[in-house]
Structure formats: structure tokens, C-alpha cells
């Protein structure tokens, strides 16, 4: 039986450790509670509804009147095809307990991936990535839950409409499904991408020559340890915002003003490093009453003890005013703001 509590404060159930509370809050631990839950047309017609992972993604400005719905569903199996592995995963695992496994197994493509916060739910919906990956580059598909009608439908990578943190669940279907699991595709022979950011240096600071994937991940979570504060010592959400991503024509303006700006060529333009962008403008380390950013990063935003989401907000946009002020180059929150 299904329990619905009231009033619960959300406090230990998202990174930043903003204590805002649910109307109502429901954990589930099996798909078929979702049907159960649904089944009730009180929770059906309820306007307001929230899927919560690990918490990692967002920021509470306010308390949240409606339902919570907290995804615990676990396990994680695998099924290997000649060189091929095929791993499904319950939403509710760790992002980076998924990573652990798979490379204790010797299945490679996620190692840099390693260490990012989260639920592996919330990974197709975000398209996380790092270092040079994204969630789409080892995404099989994934199973959702349709609200409306109380089907489990199956999703494959073109369905999921992939783009730089984005997906389809938060566009088109946002807020129609719940993720149940995800299936990614992995393989026993490492192609391994070591040419993005730091890695390549920090091999060579450990004087490892030929890297497997186990060497690919500690580097890459130590390179995060480094950059990144432990949410569990001081509320944070990661990277805060996204990378802006500029045309050509745009890019080239901006290079002749500052030509020694960081970029990186991808497939739809050129993409600016936005905590450089942050730094330059004299946030990194900054202290703003109960808020400020991070001391070893800019791109992350910190909560020192006592932050309400509103105060962390406006250091936002006090940030993106700044950027845009100096680079005209707009910069786009990666958090979800609730």
C-alpha cells in the first residue's frame, strides 16, 4: 500500500539543502506503484506534480504545492553479445553507482561520466554529460510511465530528441511521463576519449601511458573532487549553468575582442566555456551574504549554511547580468528551477 505523506520538508532530498516543503510526497519503489498511484483520480487530477531523482538538479525558490513523487526503483543487470553489453538500470540508482558498476565490469563508454550527481532517471532527461560525452552517446533507450493513460511505453535515442541538456521530456512531454529504467549500450573494447579538458594532463601528472577505463575514471573524479564541492559538506547543484553555444559569425566578434577566450568546435557552432566567462567577470570565489560561488569553479554556486532558493537565484541573475554586460554572450540556467 501506497503511503502519502503530507508537509514533508525536502531539505534532505535536493543537493543545494534548501529547506522547502511538499504538499504531499510519495516514494516509489516498483513501476507498479506508479499505476497504483495514478489509479486514484485525486493524484491523477492533481495539476502540480514533481518526479524527484537524487535532488541534484534544482533549486527551490518556494515551497512546492502539490505532489512529490520520490523515484527509489533499483537494480541493475546486464547482458553481454559478443563485444557488445547492453546495461538496464531502475531510475532510482546513482548516476554514479551505474558507473562503478560498469566499469568494475569492464564495460567501457561511461568513464567520463564518472562522479556526475544524480539519478540515472534524470539522465536522459537532462542528456548529461562530460568530458567530451554525452548521456546519447551510450543511451540504448529508456521506459516510461504515461500518466495520462497509465502505459509503460519503450523509448529509443531518435524518440528522446537529444540535444546539448536537453531531451524531449523536457520539451515536448514535460511532465506527461515518468522514467522506469534506462538501457544503455556499452561495449568490452574501450574507445577511450582522453583529448577533453584536464584528463590527458592529469595522465601524464601520473605518469599513465597507455589508460584503461578504471584509470580514465579516477582521473576524471579527481579532476571533479578538485573542481567540485561535496554537496554533503556544502549545498550546491553542479554546474549551474549551461555552456553557451555561439554561431561562427558570433564567435568570430567575440574571438577579436578577446582572443584568448576558451572554445571548443562541435557540431552546431562553437561552445565558450561559461565558468571562464563567469571568472572573468570577478564571481569565482565570491561571497554574497549566504551564497556565492565556488571557490576552485565559477560555474558552480555554493549555499553556506543559510541560503534561501530566492537569495541563490538572484546571485543567478545578478551573474548572467554581468556575462552578458561584458561579452554580450547570454548565459542559460542548467538547473531546474522550481
Not at 512529490?68 to 553507482?97: P, Q
Amino acid at each position: 500500500m501506497l503511503q502519502i505523506h503530507q508537509n514533508i520538508s525536502l531539505k534532505n532530498f535536493n543537493t543545494f539543502g534548501i529547506d522547502a516543503y511538499a504538499k504531499y510526497f510519495v516514494e516509489i519503489n516498483h513501476k507498479e506503484q506508479l499505476v497504483e498511484l495514478f489509479k486514484d483520480p485525486k493524484w491523477h487530477d492533481e495539476t502540480q506534480r514533481l518526479i524527484l531523482g537524487g535532488g541534484s538538479n534544482m533549486l527551490f525558490t518556494q515551497n512546492f504545492d502539490g505532489l512529490v513523487i520520490k523515484m527509489n526503483i533499483r537494480g541493475i543487470e546486464h547482458r553481454i553479445n559478443h563485444e557488445e553489453v547492453i546495461v538496464e538500470s531502475g531510475a532510482g540508482e546513482g548516476w554514479n553507482d551505474l558507473v562503478n558498476y560498469c566499469v568494475d565490469w569492464g564495460f567501457a563508454g561511461m568513464e567520463n561520466l564518472s562522479l556526475i550527481p544524480g539519478s540515472v532517471g534524470a539522465s536522459p532527461v537532462q542528456n548529461i554529460g562530460a568530458y567530451g560525452i554525452e548521456l546519447k552517446d551510450v543511451f540504448e533507450s529508456c521506459e516510461a510511465f504515461e500518466i495520462s493513460t497509465g502505459n509503460f511505453k519503450s523509448f529509443n535515442k531518435t524518440d528522446c530528441q537529444f540535444a546539448y541538456r536537453e531531451s524531449i521530456f523536457k520539451q515536448n512531454l514535460k511532465g506527461k511521463y515518468i522514467i522506469t529504467s534506462v538501457k544503455f549500450k556499452l561495449s568490452t573494447q574501450p574507445n577511450l576519449n582522453v583529448s577533453y579538458g584536464a584528463i590527458e594532463e592529469e595522465l601524464k601528472n601520473r605518469e599513465i601511458i597507455q589508460p584503461n577505463i578504471k584509470d580514465i575514471s579516477k582521473v576524471v573524479s579527481a579532476i571533479r573532487v578538485s573542481k567540485l564541492p561535496d554537496p554533503s559538506t556544502i549545498g550546491n547543484a553542479g554546474s549551474f549553468f549551461k555552456n553557451p553555444v555561439l554561431e561562427k559569425n558570433e564567435f568570430d566578434l567575440l574571438h577579436k575582442k578577446f582572443p584568448d577566450i576558451p572554445h571548443y568546435i562541435i557540431d552546431n557552432g562553437i561552445k565558450l566555456a561559461a565558468g571562464w566567462l563567469i571568472e572573468q567577470c570577478g564571481w569565482k570565489g565570491k561571497i554574497v551574504g549566504n551564497t556565492g560561488t565556488w571557490k576552485n569553479q565559477a560555474l558552480v554556486l555554493v549555499n553556506h549554511g543559510y541560503a534561501t532558493g530566492v537569495e541563490i537565484y538572484n546571485l543567478s541573475q545578478a551573474i548572467i547580468d554581468s556575462v552578458k554586460t561584458k561579452f554580450d554572450v547570454s548565459l542559460e540556467r542548467e538547473v531546474n528551477i522550481i
